[in-house]
């Protein structure tokens, strides 16, 4: 099987930073696009950003400039620095990976338990 794990979240003020990471593990061949998506009280999960396997790097409108995402291959993790915190950033996030798992080579989404952040003063 396969996992994904993400950690970092917490209580930051409007204006700080905050870093998640998502690790993948378990029965894993390759790995595709890796994701953050969001999802705030009362609204659809939204993409926040996707990464290529290349690191070609795609943003929400809503986070550019402010949000950075970066993946390390040799550990199966990506990561989203989150900078200059606002209010509305205030959500349950996501991570997401396209897998292709070994033996049989089936190819998998499969979404972490979410971490919370909070932005708040």
């Known amino acids: 099987q396969v996992q994904v794990v993400e950690s970092g979240g917490g209580l930051v003020q409007p204006g700080g930073s905050l870093s998640l990471s998502c690790a993948a593990s378990?029965?894993?061949?390759?790995?595709?696009?890796m994701g953050w998506y969001r999802q705030a009280p009362g609204k659809q999960r939204e993409l926040v950003a996707s990464?290529?396997?290349?690191?070609?790097?795609n943003y929400a409108d809503s986070v550019k400039g402010r949000f950075t995402i970066s993946r390390d291959n040799a550990k199966n993790t990506v990561y989203l620095q989150m900078n200059s915190l606002k209010p509305e950033d205030t959500a349950v996030y996501y991570c997401?990976?396209?897998?292709?798992?070994?033996?049989?080579?089936?190819?998998?989404?499969?979404w972490g338990q979410g971490t919370l952040v909070t932005v708040s003063s």
């Open positions: 997401n990976a396209a897998v292709i798992v070994t033996i049989t080579y089936r190819y998998l989404s499969i």
């Open positions: 990464i290529t396997s290349g690191s070609t790097a």
């Open positions: 378990g029965r894993i061949s390759t790995i595709n696009d």
